[in-house]
């Protein structure tokens, strides 16, 4: 780093302290972001223009992630779009505040913030969603909505409208958008089993799983051996050979730090790394409806970005992985048949999930059928 390098990365960690010291937490980040940090003057206008939103609003909506904002170049989940498309398409009646990098929270913790009404709105898995409506627990079913298309005609479907919203609406939330990422992927560590095509080559491979008892499931009926393992602890246990191989997405892969202990990533599209976008039901509905019109407006404005992104990000996340070595597979129709006959929800061992999740298997049917009738969103799968 030469001194000019220097002088900037010091003048953007003073602003960014002098910012967020100040209380203005968001205009850090949201300067942070436009690369304009380094500039005291440029820095000051963000701040001054943050402060002006948050006076001139009506409503303060506090936005809590897991990710840090520069995670949308691998892994859209679109934060800063959102808080700029909502405070855009109410005029400015809202002002979104952001928490992002797990700074409230992740995951369940932030299903349960919004759910008591602590924060406005949060980005969680969907998953997070089926303890209250557990039909949602199905997108992990294998095959049913793993590629992305799959995915978005399922949840923008007039059926997942009006037999899951209603279930998660009584739980006290209001689903804003779902984010589309990418299917999970087949991922082997380096000194592993090597290139994964078919589902002979699991035979024995100790594959690292959430909690999940469908991923359980899927991953023993396509050769490999389940190994649960909590995430926090996966980096460790997959450089260890505790486990060989896991599966999330491959933005997620790099977001969180894989790219140099994995040697094949293969796109096998069998289960959607999804997300969603929540907010607290009794907040939205105390909103004016024009106001309400607003959020859901810019809240569908964010999910055309998110699914015209999904590619660009997908890419990234790919060349960061190449220069680690990972090399990547994808399969042919006749090779994803092989992995769908070997694990997929057509399969009688999968009758019990259908009936105990969807209530029954004509109530299974009406989800397949959705999943598998193209919407008005089209989106791109790897």
């Known amino acids: 780093m030469d001194r000019n390098d220097k002088d900037i990365a010091s003048a953007t960690r003073r602003n960014f302290l002098k910012l967020a010291g100040t209380g203005s937490f968001t205009a850090a980040l949201v300067a942070g972001a436009a690369g304009t940090l380094w500039s005291t003057e440029a820095a000051a206008q963000t701040n001054k223009e943050e402060r002006e939103r948050e006076k001139a609003a009506d409503h303060i909506m506090t936005l809590a992630t897991a990710y840090v904002l520069g995670a949308s170049r691998s892994y859209p989940i679109m934060q800063l779009d959102l808080k700029e498309n909502i405070q855009n398409a109410t005029n400015g009646k809202v002002y979104v505040k952001l928490a992002p990098g797990g700074q409230l929270g992740a995951g369940g913790a932030l299903v349960q913030k919004v759910q008591g009404g602590t924060i406005q709105a949060a980005q969680h898995s969907l998953s997070n969603f089926a303890p209250f409506a557990s039909t949602v627990d199905l997108i992990n079913m294998p095959y049913l909505c793993g590629s992305n298309q799959r995915f978005t005609n399922l949840v923008n479907s007039d059926h997942w409208k009006t ?206 059928e959705a999943a598998g009738t193209q919407g008005k969103y089209f989106v791109h799968d790897a």
């Not at 996340?317 to 070595?325: D, P, R």
């Open 163 to 368: 037999e899951v919203h209603p279930k998660v609406e009584a739980a006290g939330f209001k689903a804003l958008f779902y984010v589309n990422i990418d299917p999970r992927v087949v991922a082997v560590r380096k000194g592993g089993a090597g290139a994964v095509l078919s589902p002979g080559d699991l035979s024995g491979v100790k594959f690292r799983v959430p909690g999940s008892k469908m991923l359980q499931q899927y991953y023993r009926l396509v050769g490999a051996n389940p190994t649960p393992v909590a995430w926090g602890e996966t980096p460790s246990a997959i450089k260890q050979g505790v486990a060989d191989a896991l599966d999330p997405s491959v933005g997620a892969l790099y977001v969180f730090g894989f790219k140099d202990i994995l040697s094949h990533v293969t796109f096998t599209q069998a289960v959607p790394d999804s997300q969603v976008y929540s907010c607290n039901l009794e907040w939205f509905n105390s909103l004016p409806a024009d106001v309400q019109e607003g959020v859901m407006w810019g809240s569908e404005m964010t999910a055309h970005q998110n699914l015209s992104k999904v590619p660009s990000a997908r890419a990234y996340a790919m060349s960061e992985l190449a220069k680690s070595g990972v090399e990547f597979h994808s399969l042919s129709d006749d090779q994803l048949g092989e992995w769908q006959a070997a694990g997929g929800y057509q399969r009688p061992e999968w009758d019990e999930f259908k009936k105990d999740l969807a209530g029954s298997m004509d109530a299974f049917a009406k989800l397949e």
